[in-house]
């Protein structure tokens, strides 16, 4: 309800759930650059920007805010437990590819199954790696998260 809410407001939104009350200082701060820095793009209408989107952002800047390990599970979340390696594997050929068809083709399944696994992922994390702004952060997570 509350990215409907802002965006009928014309306002943005970043929410910060993952740090403890005694860096609550740190947890403003980082929320309130994120919304100055994130670009146009970033704010898709039916979404406020997360934890994962403002630690990338801040580590964009030069100040990040949290290691790359806990980068990478804010914004792959479940990816990474065992298991899931496929998908994994799936969201790293797609962003090397650049098409779902390419991966498809580079990893020898059906372009239909690619592009499930590829929904699977959204669901899983919240972010669509079809969306600019989302594969950006994918793609840096998965990058310095190994």
Do not use: K
């Not at 580590?59 to 437990?81: C, F, H, K, N, S």
């Amino acid at each position: 309800a509350a990215p409907r809410a802002l965006g009928e407001r014309g306002l943005r939104g970043c929410a910060i759930s993952g740090e403890s009350p005694d860096r609550i200082a740190v947890a403003y701060r980082l929320a309130a650059d994120a919304l100055d820095t994130a670009p146009a793009h970033a704010h898709h209408p039916a979404r406020v920007l997360t934890d994962g989107d403002a630690q990338v952002l801040a580590l964009l800047g030069g100040r990040p805010a949290g290691t790359p390990d806990q980068i990478g599970r804010l914004i792959l979340g479940p990816l990474v437990q065992p298991g899931r390696h496929h998908l994994m594997e799936a969201l790293t050929t797609y962003l090397d590819t650049g098409s779902a068809n390419a991966a498809a083709r580079r990893l020898g399944l059906h372009p239909q199954s690619l592009r499930y696994r590829l929904r699977r992922i959204s669901d899983l994390t919240t972010r669509d790696p079809r969306d600019p702004w989302q594969r950006l952060t994918l793609d840096i997570a998965r990058t310095i998260a190994h």
